[in-house]
C-alpha cells in the first residue's frame, strides 16, 4: 500500500526550514522523496514510479552513487541532496570522506548541482548541513515558481519536457514548480507532456505529478511538440537546467535543443527555470559542459545505439532564465548572477 504524503520518522526535520512536512494536499512532500535515517539515504525509487511508490534505502555513499547513476534518484537538484545526505551518512560511519566524495562525485557527470553540493559538504559533513542544502533547494523552487508566473500568459498552454518537478529537486520542481504557481495563479490551461525518450520522465514522472496535483496535462509523443506548436496549440515551453554557462547556453535532457529550435521557428518562448546552484561559472559556453553518454541499451538492446543523456541549447534560443534571483534575459553573461549562490 502507498504510504505517499506521510510524514517520515526522521531526524533533522525541524531543519527543514519553510518546507511543509505534513501535507493536505497531494504535494510530494520533501523526505518523502529523499531524506537520512538512522543508517540510511532513503530515496522514493523513481525507477518504478508510477506503477510502485517503494523506498530504496543506500546504507553507504556507494550506495547513493549507485542509486544516482542508475535514475533511482534523478534531476539535478535532487542528485545534489542525495549526494549531501550521503556524505553525511558516510561521516556518521567513520568512512573515508575522499572516497566518498569521489564516488558520488563521479556518478554522474553534467549536472553540476551534484559538485556543488559536495563542495558545499566539504567543510561540515554533518546531516545538519544536508538538511538546510536540501530546504534551501525547495526555498529555492518556491521563490522560482514566484518569479516565473509573469512570464505565462493567461490560459496558458504550456509545454514541458522531462520532469523537472518535485521528484527532480526534492521537492516543489523547478519548470512544473512554475508551472504549478502559474496554475494556482490561474494561468495554466493545459500542459503538455513530453513523454521524453528513453527512459520516459515525462510519461511517467511528471504526468505522474500533474496528475497528483490535479493540473490539467496530456502526454504527447517528443516527436509531436512541433506539430502542437504548428497547429497553435502552445503558448510556451518551460524546462529545468543540468548546467548552465556563463552565456546562457543549457544542457537538458536530450530533445530540449530541437524543442528550443521548433519554439523559435513557431515564434514562442522556451523558458529556462533553474536555481543558482546550475550556474556553473566555470563553464564559459555550453562547449565546456560535459555530456554524460548512458548505455545504449537504453535505446535499443537489438542494435548498435547511441545514447547521450542532455544536450545544449544555445543561450540565443533562451527567452528567460528563472533562478531564484528572478528573472534573466539576454545578454546573459552580463545579466546571469555570477558565481555560484551559497546555501543561506
Ligand atoms: O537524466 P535525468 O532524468 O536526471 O535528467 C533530468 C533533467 O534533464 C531535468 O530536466 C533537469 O535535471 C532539471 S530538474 C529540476
Given at each position: ?89 558516510a561521516?556518521?560511519r ?8 569521489e564516488a558520488l ?6 549536472a ?47 509545454l514541458?519536457h ?30 503538455w ?39 497553435g496549440?502552445?503558448?510556451?515551453v ?21 524543442l ?28 565546456d559542459?560535459?555530456?554524460?553518454e ?7 538492446g ?8 542532455f ?34
Amino acid at each position: 500500500m502507498s504510504d505517499f504524503g506521510r510524514t517520515p520518522d526522521v531526524h533533522g526535520d525541524a531543519q527543514l526550514r519553510g518546507v511543509r512536512l505534513t501535507s493536505d494536499t497531494p504535494e510530494l512532500e520533501p523526505h518523502r522523496i529523499v531524506r537520512l535515517e538512522d543508517d540510511a539515504v532513503v530515496v522514493l525509487d523513481q525507477r518504478r514510479l508510477p506503477e510502485d511508490e517503494v523506498d530504496l534505502r543506500c546504507r553507504s555513499a556507494a550506495e547513493v552513487a549507485e542509486a544516482i547513476r542508475t535514475l533511482a534518484v534523478r534531476g539535478a537538484p535532487a542528485i545534489g541532496v542525495a549526494a549531501a545526505y550521503g556524505m553525511a551518512l558516510a561521516a556518521e560511519r567513520g568512512d573515508d570522506l575522499d572516497v566518498a566524495f569521489e564516488a558520488l562525485a563521479s556518478s554522474r557527470p553534467t549536472a553540476v548541482n551534484l559538485r556543488w553540493a559536495l563542495e558545499t559538504m566539504r567543510d561540515e559533513p554533518t546531516r545538519a548541513r544536508a538538511e538546510r542544502i536540501h530546504a534551501d533547494q525547495v526555498d529555492r523552487c518556491r521563490a522560482m515558481g514566484g518569479h516565473a508566473v509573469e512570464l505565462f500568459p493567461a490560459d496558458a498552454r504550456v509545454l514541458t519536457h522531462c520532469n523537472a518537478g518535485g521528484l527532480a529537486t526534492g521537492g516543489y520542481g523547478t519548470a512544473l514548480g512554475a508551472i504549478r504557481a502559474a496554475w494556482e495563479a490561474g494561468r495554466v490551461e493545459h500542459v503538455w507532456v513530453d513523454e521524453t525518450r528513453p527512459l520516459l520522465q515525462g510519461a511517467r514522472l511528471t504526468a505522474w505529478e500533474l496528475e497528483q496535483l490535479g493540473i490539467p496535462h496530456a502526454v504527447i509523443a517528443d516527436a509531436a511538440a512541433a506539430s502542437f506548436m504548428a497547429r497553435g496549440e502552445v503558448d510556451l515551453v518551460v524546462t529545468g537546467a543540468d548546467r548552465i554557462a556563463a552565456n546562457g547556453d543549457t544542457a537538458n535532457k536530450v530533445g530540449t535543443y530541437g524543442l528550443a529550435v521548433a519554439a523559435r521557428h513557431h515564434g514562442l518562448p522556451l523558458v529556462v527555470v533553474a536555481p543558482t546552484s546550475t550556474l556553473d561559472p566555470r563553464a564559459a559556453a555550453g562547449d565546456d559542459i560535459p555530456i554524460e553518454e548512458r548505455e545504449p541499451a537504453e535505446v535499443t538492446g537489438r542494435f548498435g545505439a547511441r545514447n547521450p543523456a542532455f544536450d545544449v541549447t544555445p543561450g540565443a534560443l533562451v527567452a528567460a532564465i528563472v533562478t531564484e534571483r528572478g528573472i534573466h534575459r539576454a545578454p546573459y553573461t552580463e545579466t546571469l548572477p555570477r558565481g555560484t549562490a551559497a546555501v543561506r
